[in-house]
């Protein structure tokens, strides 16, 4: 018989999951090259690879806050002889959102801001990157949440990552001003669509670096 007691506790929740222990890896589309990256940063972004790869390595870096996406099933419900009869319906998958420190140069901001720029422009109400995905000109892309443990491994351990399919930006936030705000980064939040999310235990070891994280046929995680 178990004893519910703090020992038995302490052993099962251990030092626990702490929700600051996070790594938010964001891809932009296939067809957001190097240089596209670069360009889309208004030149503020190294021209050779490694600089614009700081571009993608900056969505991780100024990530404030996050969150592990969430789902909901629907339910059907079906008058039966005086009853209501409640049956599983359709699965929908919540908005998702991360708050970013903005950095000096705006570098961050601009590449989100030219991303949702590309799906819908704002002058001319043209679609730049019409088609959804699957193709280099494509505005969707992969998002990954990564949930880590605090231990004796540089940056922590990977526990369980998240990856989010087929995602676009839909909102990014204003950023208020004010002559008070005294002690302050800017900080503004970006909302995502996505299609699904499917999400797999690490297999241990320290987090993979995010220009390694890659794609596979089942919709895992490796």
Same mark, same amino acid.
């Given at each position: 018989m178990a004893t519910n007691n703090?020992?038995?506790?302490?052993?099962?929740? $251990?030092? $626990?999951?702490?929700? @600051?222990?996070f790594t938010v890896d964001i891809q932009f589309p296939a067809g957001f090259s190097d240089? =596209?990256?670069?360009?889309?940063?208004? $030149?503020?972004?190294?021209s050779d690879g490694a600089g614009a790869l700081q571009g993608k390595e900056l969505t991780s870096i100024?990530?404030?806050?996050?969150?592990l996406?969430?789902?909901?099933?629907?339910?059907i419900e079906v008058p039966f002889r005086g009853r209501t009869v409640k049956i599983a319906g359709d699965r929908t998958f919540d908005t998702w959102t991360a708050t970013f +420190? @903005?950095?000096k140069n705006f570098k961050i901001?601009?590449? +989100? #801001?030219?991303?949702? @720029? #590309?799906?819908? =422009?704002?002058? $001319?109400?043209?679609?730049?990157r019409f088609l959804p995905d699957g193709t280099g000109d494509g505005y969707m892309a992969n998002l990954f949440?990564?949930?880590? #443990?605090?231990?004796?491994t540089?940056?922590?351990?990977?526990?369980?990552?998240?990856?989010?399919?087929?995602?676009?930006p839909t909102n990014v936030s204003q950023i208020d001003l004010a002559y008070d705000s005294n002690d302050q980064i800017e900080e503004f939040t970006v909302e995502w669509q996505y299609s699904y999310f499917t999400a797999e235990k690490a297999k241990g070891g320290a987090q993979a670096p995010a220009s390694t994280r890659t794609n596979v046929a089942n919709g895992k995680v490796i």
């Open positions: 703090v020992s038995s506790f302490l052993q099962v929740i $251990g030092q $626990g999951v702490k929700p @600051n222990m240089a =596209t990256i670069n360009d889309l940063a208004g $030149g503020e972004l190294a100024l990530c404030k806050s996050a969150a996406p969430g789902s909901n099933l629907g339910v +420190f @903005n950095d901001r601009a590449l +989100f #801001e030219s991303w949702a @720029n #590309e799906i819908n =422009t704002h002058a $001319g109400n043209t679609a730049e949440v990564t949930q880590l #443990e605090k231990d004796d540089v940056g922590g351990s990977a526990i369980r990552t998240y990856q989010l399919h087929h995602c676009f």
